[in-house]
C-alpha cells in the first residue's frame, strides 16, 4: 500500500490540475471506479487530494459499502453519490464547505447523517430522494444554511438550539446593519430566514421573498427587505367571524381593509413580535381586490399575501380555481408581485410548525362571501371568510 500511495502522491503533485489524466492514474494504481462514478467526484475535489492516504483508501472502498468519507474533502459536486445504495455514511466531514445539487440524490441507504462542521452552501435537492434519512444533525442554529432540509422530505433536523435566541437576535442585527449599509441586496438571498419568536405561535423562520418591491408609506421608496414566515402560524384564523349580511367586515364585504384578519395581525400578532424587530418594521401600501369596490388601498405594516403578489397577474378566480388568461381580474393589475420567490406551485405550498400541509388565506376578496387562498397542492382557490385557514405573516423591514 505504502509504494502505491508514494506513487499517487508524486505522480498528483504534477498530474492534479489534469482530470483526464489523474483518473487514468488512479485507475492505473488500483482503483475500480467507473468513469461515469468517478467524472462527478474528482471535479470538485481534484484540488483537494492532499491526502493520498484517504483518497487511497475512498477510492478502494467503492467496491463495497462507503461508510466514510475522507477529512480531505471540501466540496462534494452534483450528482457525485446519485443512487449509490452502498453509500451508508454517517457523517459530513467537518472540512466540508458545499454540497451540489443531487450530491447524495435517492441514496435509499442513508438513515442519518451528522454533520461535523458548518458548509457555507447546501443545495436544496442535495439530498432528495433519501427516502429513509429520517434525522440531520447539524452544529448550527435555524436558519443559518436555507433551503433545510435539503430534499430530505421525511428527515427531522436537529439543530445546535444552545444559543439559538442569542444568535436570532444577532442574526437580525445584522440584517439591520446591512440596511443601513445599503448591502442587504448583496449580504443575503432570497430564501434567507431568521427564527422569529412568536410566543405561543411558535417560533417563526422569517424568510426573505423580495428586495427592493414594496413601497414604503412615507413616499420615501421601496422597503428594502420583504419578509414571509416559512410556515403558517400555529393558529388558524377566520377572515371575518361572519358570513355576508351585506355589511362589512362580513364575508368578502370591506375585503381586507375591513376584515377580522388585518385587526387580528395588528393587535394579537404584532405585538409579539421581539420589540427590537418590530420597531423596524417599515408601514408599506398594499393594493387588493375588494368586494364590491373592485380595487382597494391600505397602509399595512403586518399583513397576509394578495393573490396577486403570490399568483402573479392571476385571472379571475371561479369555483375554486384560476379561470382563463384572457380574464383578467381587473381588481389586482396593479401592486407588486414576488415573482422571483412565487415561481411555481411548489413555492407556494405551506405547512403548518408540525410540517402537514395547509390552505392559506389571500388578502384578496374573491367575492361577497369568500376571500381567495392557495390550496394545500400551491394552486389558487376560495374559501368562506368564515373558515379557519393558514396564515402566512409578512412585514418589511
Request: glycine residues 8%.
Amino acid at each position: 500500500m505504502s509504494s502505491k500511495i508514494d506513487e499517487i502522491t508524486n505522480r498528483l503533485n504534477y498530474l492534479k490540475e489534469t482530470k483526464t489524466l489523474l483518473k487514468e492514474t488512479i485507475l492505473a494504481n488500483g482503483g475500480i471506479v467507473a468513469d461515469d462514478e468517478f467524472r462527478g467526484y474528482v471535479g470538485s475535489i481534484n484540488d483537494l487530494l492532499d491526502d493520498a492516504g484517504d483518497w487511497v483508501a475512498f477510492i478502494e472502498q467503492k467496491s463495497g459499502l462507503i461508510d466514510s468519507l475522507p477529512e480531505s474533502i471540501t466540496s462534494i459536486g452534483a450528482g457525485v453519490f446519485s443512487g449509490k445504495r452502498n453509500l451508508v455514511i454517517s457523517e459530513i466531514p467537518k472540512n466540508v464547505v458545499s454540497i451540489e445539487s443531487g450530491a447524495f440524490a435517492d441514496c435509499t441507504s442513508l438513515t442519518e447523517i451528522t454533520f461535523k462542521g458548518t458548509p457555507d452552501s447546501i443545495a436544496a435537492d442535495a439530498f432528495s430522494g433519501c427516502t429513509n434519512l429520517a434525522t440531520i444533525n447539524v452544529p448550527w442554529s435555524q436558519g443559518k444554511i436555507i433551503n433545510a432540509p435539503w430534499g430530505a422530505n421525511n428527515a427531522i433536523i436537529n439543530y445546535d438550539q444552545i444559543s439559538l435566541s442569542e444568535e436570532a437576535s444577532k442574526a437580525w442585527a445584522d440584517v439591520f446593519k446591512s440596511i443601513e449599509a445599503g448591502t442587504y441586496a448583496t449580504d443575503y438571498s432570497l430564501g434567507y430566514y431568521i427564527p422569529l419568536d412568536l410566543g405561543s405561535e411558535g417560533v417563526m423562520n422569517m424568510q426573505i421573498i423580495a428586495f427592493d418591491t414594496d413601497e414604503l408609506a412615507d413616499g420615501s421608496g421601496k422597503a428594502p427587505i420583504t419578509w414571509a414566515s416559512l410556515y403558517a402560524l400555529n393558529t388558524g384564523h377566520q377572515m371575518n367571524p361572519q358570513d355576508s349580511n351585506g355589511i362589512e367586515g362580513t364575508g368578502g364585504n370591506g375585503g381586507w381593509e375591513k376584515s377580522d384578519m388585518r385587526v387580528y395581525l395588528k393587535n394579537t400578532i404584532k405585538p409579539r413580535i421581539p420589540s427590537e424587530i418590530r420597531t423596524k418594521i417599515r408601514e408599506v401600501i398594499k393594493i387588493q381586490s375588494n368586494y364590491p369596490i373592485a380595487t382597494q388601498t391600505t397602509i399595512d405594516d403586518v399583513w397576509i399575501p394578495s393573490a396577486r403578489e403570490v399568483f402573479g397577474t392571476i385571472t379571475t378566480v371561479t369555483n375554486g380555481s384560476i379561470s382563463g388568461i384572457d380574464e383578467i381580474n381587473a381588481s389586482e393589475v396593479n401592486g407588486v408581485v414576488y415573482s422571483n420567490f412565487f415561481i411555481d406551485n411548489n413555492n407556494r405550498r405551506k405547512a403548518n410548525l408540525d410540517k402537514t400541509k395547509t390552505w392559506w388565506y389571500l388578502r384578496t376578496a374573491a367575492s361577497s362571501t369568500e376571500f381567495s387562498r392557495v390550496e394545500d397542492n400551491g394552486t389558487c382557490g376560495t374559501a368562506v371568510s368564515t373558515a379557519k385557514n393558514g396564515v402566512v405573516l409578512c412585514f418589511c423591514t
